[in-house]
């Protein structure tokens, strides 16, 4: 059985949205995630990307056609099953949060016990165990609001480890930071993927990161699917081309033998 | 050699009243100027033929002098006698209609310190509209304001038989309670939160005439808020609660003060609603708070 | 967690109960500490002057203190934690301003020379704060969801509108029977009898319950709408929980007690400072510490200028105003 399940989904945003000077539109979206696949979601500005994690998480539900997680259709879900099962890590966390790295991990567990008032001890173990993963435990008593973005990344992230969750879903990782991070963020997720089985999705503008990291691409293009496939199969120099509206460059990673896109600067 | 200083004063006094007659009667077309009770002189071109008044009590005062035919506007508040309600208003106390007042022509506006605003009296003299100030708190400032108007109307001829008739009726009641030991009395104004006539209220001076002893006659101000502990504790053997019938209705709240079985007032059955219209103007009416002051407290007075 | 929530709630109760005890001993009818002991000890008579002074006036207002601070400072958190704002006050959002005018109204309306109707005016005032708690809702709702900021904003002008509505009211009314009416609107605390207290008290639970049982959710909803729903909460269904029972509490202060300012700004702040920001802790801890904080204002307004007497109001605002002036300096926009 498929983690998650897009079948003939189409969105809309309500005509007077006021974030939208526009509707806008995705449609015709089918597509499934395997068990423990690393998943990547690529697309231009407005692509579609975004709507597409909003939609995974019931942030907003499809106008047309059916997402299932694990066979069970989202609507027949309640909050807190869904989000037993998916956990987003978002680009970044609001700022000035005056809780403490423990305290914002801990609300992890929330969708495991809704009714419960404190978190018990079984609870704390998890998170301290999602803190250790990402490399926050020195941090837990740390306010969350002092933090650097790298270390707001990984609290952000373990915290989405404490919900315990099947498939997990990363909204451009690594935008806010720098090298070092960034491999440091690619070493953490495969680790995720690799040691504890979890479905990785990750939307993102880097081309690159996702060609590196990814088993198969999902390229969105104004909302519709331009191509799914392996790395190899979808950053392609015509596709790119079209969809960006400018000239790219494939290459071979000499070592890992990835595709790499690169832009054709004009001079 | 006393008699002949007192009978000097008096001729003083009767000689200044003719000149003060003469400065307001004798030069109908000529400018004069008068002195109003917070002491600003007031200058008229002539006696006061269109009169605004911005004041309930004024309004009543001017009626009861039978000056009526110069009022050409009142208050929304000046609703006594009734027939006051035929001259055109000028809105509420604190913000009249200013255009209202300018197209009524007034050559003199009446206002009160207390209840009105002193933007209204400024603008009102920036728009070049004379404003005579009166204000009062006790029964012989009420009776000097009655004076004054009936000099401002033109109605002196009827002033003697009013205020005579009032003092008579003021001293019927003294001699009606005056037998009679003088109960304390709580007067409430107002009972959440707990508003009491204080030493400078009016009130305070309408239940001594009445024969009380106000319990609260010794407090600073004129309505503060007081404890209702206080209250309590001084044991108060008759209890007046104000109903203010008319515009709108606020509470008296009789069982409130029924549930406070340890006291004389409540044991006695001496708690008793009152009008509260009549002990709250500054116009001839409070003889008749007077005399509703008096029946409450002193029922076997009047049997 | 647990045991930090019990040692928070034991102490702020250790500290009601100091303040309730000095509260009873003091008062304008200066009696005397050993009266009062034999007194509460059943030792006056039934009809004795000190016994309704203690057990009538005193003890009764004690209680509608407590309540009324408890029911604001929670009010206070919850308000707090829907607006991410820590200025956010029930007055901010324009829910106080609605529930006097309904207060007003109800009591301008009663037919002439009727008895004071506790119940009538409550429900006014009921009647007013769900209408501002509405209107605030329909300006503010986008599509089912209320953005803060324009809730916020909504807040001000229905806050605004039903000042002016309170205004408008009083100037039609004669300057001669207005005298109640300012002095209510400064904040007030009253000898309830028996009933009223019950069914403030009843209103002030159901109020703490409802915003006591989302308090795990308020936290998470700090982390965005979104991030709340991807979490599993319904945070629709947890905002409009918490803001209608927020408004409740409100409503009920305001029809016992009057607007009351500040309680709900002053006290969530001190409890945060000492607790941190979670809400489980804080709700809880704003009921008793919130009853302890007015209880010490009413009775600075009963005893300072005895046997006159202040209005509560005027107490919370004299501390109240320039706390918020130094909340808005230095934590401009932070929980």
């Known amino acids: 059985m498929p983690v998650a399940r897009f079948d003939g989904v189409a969105f809309s945003y309500p005509l007077t949205e006021p974030r939208r000077d526009r509707p806008f539109t995705l449609s015709d979206v089918s597509f499934e995630l395997t068990k423990g696949e690393v998943f990547g979601v690529l697309g231009p500005n407005s692509a579609g990307k975004t709507t597409l994690i909003r939609l995974l998480s019931r942030v907003v539900s499809p106008t047309r056609g059916t997402i299932e997680v694990e066979g069970v259709s989202l609507a027949a879900m309640t909050r807190a099953e869904l989000a037993r099962r998916v956990a987003v890590v978002p680009q970044d966390m609001p700022q000035g949060l ?33 803190m250790a993963a990402t490399g926050v435990l020195d941090l837990a008593d740390a306010r969350v609001g002092i933090l650097s973005g790298g270390e707001r990344q990984r609290v952000a992230l373990a915290r989405a480890l404490a919900q315990e969750p099947r498939l997990l879903v990363l909204d451009e990782p690594t935008a806010h930071l720098d090298l070092r991070y960034q491999v440091e963020c690619v070493a953490l997720l495969r680790r995720v993927n690799r040691e504890r089985g979890t479905t990785i999705v990750l939307v993102s503008h880097d081309l690159n990161l996702a060609g590196a990291l990814c088993d198969r691409l999902l390229l969105l293009a104004a909302g519709r699917m331009a191509r799914l496939g392996p790395p190899e199969a979808v950053l392609e120099e015509t596709l790119l081309t079209t969809v960006y509206g400018c000239p790219v460059a494939v290459e071979r990673n000499a070592l890992t033998g990835r595709p790499v896109v690169q832009i054709a600067w004009r001079r | 050699m006393m ?8 001729s003083t006094c009767a000689v200044l009243l003719v000149a003060a007659l003469l400065v307001l009667t004798a030069a109908p077309a000529g400018a004069l100027t008068v002195v109003d009770m917070l002491g600003r002189e007031v200058k008229l071109a002539g006696p006061p033929r269109r009169i605004v008044s911005l004041v309930p009590s004024a309004t009543e005062l001017i009626y009861a002098l039978g000056g009526e035919d110069r009022l050409v506007g009142r208050t929304d508040f000046c609703d006594y006698p009734p027939a006051a309600k035929d001259k055109p208003s000028v809105g509420g106390m604190v913000s009249p209609s200013l255009e209202t007042i300018a197209t009524l022509k007034p050559d003199l506006v009446i206002a009160t310190t207390s209840g009105n605003r002193l933007e209204t009296f400024t603008r009102l003299e920036q ?33 003697g038989p009013l205020i005579s008739g009032l ?74 609660l104000a109903s203010h019938s008319g515009s709108g209705a606020p509470p008296i709240a009789k069982d409130k003060w029924e549930r406070l079985v340890s006291l004389p007032a409540v044991k006695n059955k001496r708690v008793h609603a009152i009008d509260g219209n009549l002990a709250h103007r500054y116009g001839p009416r409070v003889v008749d708070g007077v005399e509703t002051l008096a029946r409450a407290i002193h029922p076997e007075a009047f049997r | ?57 005193r003890l009764p207002r004690i209680a509608a203190a407590v309540l009324a601070g408890g029911a604001l400072a929670v009010a206070g958190v919850g308000f707090q934690a829907l607006t991410r704002n820590p200025l956010a006050e029930p007055s901010v959002l324009g829910v106080s301003a609605g529930a006097s005018f309904g207060v007003v109204v109800g009591q301008l309306v009663g037919s002439s020379g009727a008895l004071f109707d506790t119940v009538r005016v409550a429900a006014f005032g009921f009647g007013g704060a769900l209408v501002a708690g509405a209107a605030v809702y329909l300006i503010a ?35 001669d029977r207005l005298g109640g009416v300012v002095h209510w609107l400064l904040g007030n605390i009253a000898p309830l009898p028996a009933r009223s207290l019950l069914v403030f008290a009843a209103l002030a639970a159901a109020g703490f319950a409802a915003i006591v049982s989302q308090a795990r959710e308020l936290n998470v909803l700090a982390l965005g709408e979104e991030a709340a729903r991807q979490l599993g909460i319904d945070a629709e269904r947890v905002k409009v929980q918490v803001f209608v029972a927020a408004a409740l509490l409100t409503a009920s202060v305001v029809a016992f007690a009057g607007p009351i300012g500040f309680v709900g700004l002053i006290v969530p702040h001190m409890l945060r400072l000492l607790l941190g920001p979670d809400n489980r802790l804080l709700v809880p801890t704003a009921m008793v510490g919130g009853g302890a904080f007015l209880l010490v204002a009413d009775t600075i307004a009963r005893n300072a200028v005895a046997p006159a007497e202040l209005s509560v109001g005027i107490i919370t605002s004299f501390f109240g105003a320039p706390f918020f002036v130094y909340l808005l300096r230095t934590r401009r926009g932070v929980l």
Do not use: K
Request: proline fraction near 5%; charged fraction near 20%; aromatic fraction near 6%.
């Open chain 2, 127 to 159: 728009l070049g509209i004379a404003v005579y100030a009166v204000h009062a708190q006790r029964i012989a400032e009420m009776l000097d304001v009655t004076r004054r108007l009936a000099e401002l109307t033109g109605r002196q001829a009827a002033l």
């Open chain 2, 3 to 10: 008699t002949c200083v007192r009978l000097c004063g008096r």
């Open chain 2, 167 to 240: 003092e008579s009726r003021l001293f019927a009641v003294a001699n009606a309670v005056r037998p009679y030991p003088r109960p304390r009395v709580l007067y409430v104004l107002w009972p959440e939160p707990l508003l009491v006539p204080a030493s400078r209220a009016l009130l305070t001076e309408l239940i001594g005439l009445a024969g009380g002893d106000s319990i609260t006659a010794n407090e600073r101000g004129d309505y503060p808020r007081f404890s209702i502990e206080a209250a309590v504790a001084r044991a108060p053997e008759v209890i007046l």
């Open chain 3, 1 to 57: 967690m647990t045991r930090r929530l019990v040692g928070a709630l034991a102490t702020l109760a250790a500290i009601l109960l100091a303040v309730a005890v000095v509260a009873v001993f003091l008062g304008s009818a200066r009696l005397s500490p050993l009266t009062v002991l034999r007194t509460l000890g059943g030792g006056a008579g039934a009809d004795s002057t000190e016994n309704i002074v203690i057990l009538g006036l």
């Open chain 3, 141 to 175: 709702s986008v599509h089912g969801t209320f953005p803060i900021q324009t809730l916020l904003l909504a807040g001000v002008i229905v806050g605004i509108f039903f000042g002016a509505a309170v205004t408008v009211l009083i100037s039609l009314v004669d300057i």
């Open chain 1, 98 to 130: 005056p809780f403490t790295v423990r305290e914002l991990v801990l609300m992890g567990r929330y969708p495991h016990a809704p009714r419960r008032f404190f978190e018990t001890s079984d609870d704390l173990a998890v998170a301290r165990e999602a």
